[in-house]
């Protein structure tokens, strides 16, 4: 097999390095992609594991909680994906985006609204110039099971009704079976259909089964062009994890230092309470370092989230929490 070393991507250390990676080389043929992805370093699970629950012990003073839970309010993509959605159900979801508490307008806009492509327009209208990003889910969401070209078209219609942002989801039955220059070659059109649109790769890590596939996955998606990799579609269980987000953390570290340039990670799905949040910020500060601390990136996909969070910000400038019936339902 094929070593790290070909391409110039380990140190004495046996670390990823920070040389420059031959890209266009590792991503010549399907053989080269498998060199290069079963070359990365192994994941240690059980260390992996006992790390994400360190970390997760970890507690922020009360005053910075206030600050911290600001900060994951601007991190959620309100999210709102099911058959039954209206374009009513769509624009409430626009104005809790812009004023989550609207009784009180300190309180930070989300990052993004996530919506299917169809409606895409009625998003971008409710959302005019409030600064919040409309997401759209594309390319076979969930499953990711069809054709290229009903990918692309997928893609190019959503960015052509103004999402700035796309969210597609990985072929894993392709990436399970090795077919890795098919997921590759699918992200890079994606990708290039997506024009000034960020494109964010679902993994959907609970198909995944390993913490080495996820972190070939995560290899995988950076390599052919992903502004972000999301841990999942919010429709599989296990989704969101702070042990797959602490490899995939480390995976966009390692990526800034070899290829230079940086990509963003968002866990989706899960994720529902303030304490939740506040574990995956000390996550991200621990891992991938404080660059990351901020919605250009990193995002919480969890709309239901957003009530928790409110609720502790209330309770901080009252002393009570709010009756449960306070706050709007996603």
């Not at 913490?211 to 989704?239: C, E």
Request: aromatic residues 6%; contains cysteine.
């Amino acid at each position: 097999m094929v070593s790290l070393e070909s391409f110039g991507l380990v140190g004495d250390a046996g670390a990823v390095s920070t040389t420059t990676t031959p890209l266009a080389e590792v991503a010549a043929s399907n053989s080269t992609l498998r060199a290069f992805l079963h070359g990365l370093p192994g994941v240690d699970r059980v260390g992996a594991d006992a790390r994400a629950a360190m970390l997760g012990t970890r507690s922020i003073k009360t005053t910075s909680k206030k600050q911290a839970i600001d900060l994951a309010i601007r991190m959620v993509d309100l999210t709102t994906l099911e058959g039954a959605d209206t374009p009513g159900k769509v624009k409430a979801m626009c104005a809790k985006a812009i004023h989550p508490d609207p009784t009180d307008l300190s309180v930070p806009s989300v990052a993004a609204v996530c919506v299917y492509p169809d409606l895409v327009a009625t998003a971008v209208q409710a959302l005019g110039g409030s600064g919040v990003k409309v997401a759209s889910v594309a390319t076979a969401f969930p499953s990711g099971r069809s054709s290229l070209e009903v990918k692309v078209a997928d893609t190019a219609l959503a960015v052509a009704d103004g999402a700035s942002e796309i969210d597609m989801v990985i072929d894993r039955g392709a990436f399970l079976s090795g077919d890795y220059l098919k997921v590759f070659e699918q992200i890079a059109a994606v990708k290039a259909a997506c024009g000034s649109a960020h494109l964010k790769v679902i993994l959907e890590t609970g198909e995944l089964s390993t913490y080495d596939n996820v972190r070939r996955a995560s290899w995988l998606a950076m390599i052919a062009g992903a502004d972000f990799i999301k841990t999942s579609t919010g429709k599989v269980s296990p989704a969101a994890t702070l042990p797959v987000t602490l490899v995939m953390l480390e995976a966009v570290r390692d990526f800034l230092r070899t290829a230079g340039r940086k990509v963003g990670v968002k866990p989706a799905g899960g994720i529902r309470t303030t304490k939740d949040a506040i574990k995956y910020l000390v996550l991200v500060n621990e891992t991938a370092g404080p660059d990351w601390i901020d919605p250009d990136w990193f995002r919480l996909g969890a709309s239901s989230l957003v009530n928790d969070l409110l609720m502790q910000r209330q309770k901080m400038a009252t002393g009570r929490y709010a009756g449960p019936d306070y706050f709007t339902l996603d």
